[in-house]
């Protein structure tokens, strides 16, 4: 299965992420497209502008489209990158006119993406995050765009909750139901 984590920042994803790894062997992990960027050189604002997140859809994209591993683990899909960009000052038709048709051609790449919502109490203090009504913002966005799917392309979703074996557990069921009806 191709499986994406979705979710606002400081939300766990990437610790799901390494937990699900060590529990699905034989599973490659993709790398977030920020840090990917990061990595080839791509210097951020401390605060991603619109066009940030704009180049980060399109390698989020880029990576679900060109990798062809059926077993997969994706740190945030296209759909995260359109959230924070609803949750993001600025006209959004735009931005769904360029985007729209590959994000849905990307997204129906994976099997199952799990939304990882702010939870309240959070896990983390609030008072760390830099824009923190962007990150609500984005959460929101986040949940009607892959939860409850107001654009029709994720394929399968599932929202977690709880401790991170209790997350872990979650989609290890689900997984094992997905996998069991192919």
């Avoid at 107001?150 to 989609?171: K, L, M, N, Y």
């Amino acid at each position: 299965m191709r499986i994406a984590v979705s979710g606002a920042h400081g939300t766990g994803k990437s610790t799901l992420i390494a937990d699900l790894a060590r529990n699905l062997p034989g599973y490659a992990v993709a790398e977030e497209s920020y840090h990917a960027l990061m990595a080839e050189g791509h210097v951020f604002a401390a605060l991603p502008s619109r066009d940030d997140y704009e180049l980060m859809l399109e390698r989020s994209c880029l990576t679900l489209i060109t990798n062809d591993s059926p077993n997969l683990l994706l740190d945030r899909c296209p759909a995260d990158y359109l959230g924070y960009l609803v949750a993001s000052p600025g006209p959004l038709s735009e931005v769904l006119d360029r985007w729209f048709e590959r994000v849905a051609e990307a997204m129906r790449t994976l099997d199952l993406v799990i939304f990882v919502p702010i939870e309240h109490p959070e896990r983390i203090d609030p008072s760390v995050f830099e824009r923190p009504r962007l990150r609500r913002r984005a959460d929101d966005a986040l949940r009607e765009i892959v939860v409850e799917d107001t654009w029709g392309f994720i394929p399968d979703a599932i929202e977690v909750s709880g401790t991170t074996d209790e997350r872990v557990s979650q989609v290890l069921t689900r997984f094992a139901r997905g996998a069991a009806s192919r």
